[in-house]
């Protein structure tokens, strides 16, 4: 069954510092792959998704099929940059938009 | 602006009672879900449907059941509710693709006592 692995439930770093938020999926065809983001008392939002190529907010992310890995990065985290990130992938055994969301990483960005 | 609602933020229950939760989006989206999302799980997919009174599990459907007999509206309902039913409950919705983007609806904290 496809899977998404986010190994880390909490991610602290200091602000400019890099950050590399890492998600792991199982699929071994073509993955759609996202990221959603919920800063703290809003809703979940989009972030980025693997099919855009963009970057957002200065993070990009990119598909590694070799280490089946989706990781979220950027160069100098902002204080603003904490929130709960979510990697999603879009099942592809149907075109349905149905994701399978990993267990979420919450960044910590420390002044 | 797309607009997913949800009709509690907050909501206290008691053990055994019925529970309705609604959710109404305004962009003619075919698709909509129900999920529960707790620290350490992530998201875990309860129900989705993919048109008028189309329905299909997720990965967490025991306990709930789901109605959608208007396009805008996919309600969640617990039966009879339990503790381990305590959770945060977020709806969402999108086009029928793979390649689209789910819009949430802001959570509903339910609290069964």
């Known amino acids: 069954a496809q899977r998404v692995t986010q190994p880390e439930k909490l991610l602290s770093v200091f602000k400019g510092a890099p950050v590399e938020l890492k998600c792991n999926y199982s699929?071994?065809?073509?993955?759609?792959l996202f990221w959603y983001v919920q800063y703290s008392r809003q809703r979940l939002q989009l972030l980025l998704r693997?099919?855009s190529r963009e970057s957002i907010k200065g993070f990009t992310a990119d598909l590694n099929k070799g280490e089946t890995s989706f990781h979220l990065k950027k160069p100098f985290a902002q204080e603003e940059d904490s929130a709960m990130y979510y990697c999603?992938?879009?099942?592809?055994?149907?075109?349905?938009?149905?994701?399978?969301f990993g267990q979420g990483t919450t960044l910590q960005v420390k002044p | 602006d797309v607009k997913v609602t949800q009709s509690s933020r907050y909501l206290v229950k008691r053990t055994g009672e019925k529970v309705f939760l609604e959710c109404v989006q305004d962009?003619?989206?075919?698709?909509m879900f129900w999920y529960r999302q707790d620290p350490g799980l992530g998201l875990r997919l309860i129900y989705f449907?993919?048109?008028?009174?189309?329905?299909e599990k997720g990965d967490i459907p025991e306990g709930y059941s789901v109605s959608r007999e208007k396009k805008e509206r996919f309600s969640l309902i617990l039966e009879s509710a339990s503790t381990n039913q305590t959770s945060m409950y977020l709806c969402?919705?999108?086009?029928?693709?793979?390649?689209?983007?789910?819009?949430f609806g802001p959570g509903t904290r339910l609290t069964v006592l």
């Open positions: 969402a919705s999108s086009f029928w693709d793979r390649y689209r983007e789910q819009f």
């Open positions: 699929y071994s065809g073509s993955p759609e």
């Open positions: 693997h099919i």
């Open positions: 999603a992938l879009s099942e592809p055994t149907s075109n349905t938009g149905k994701l399978i």
């Open positions: 962009m003619d989206h075919e698709n």
């Open positions: 449907s993919y048109d008028v009174k189309m329905k």
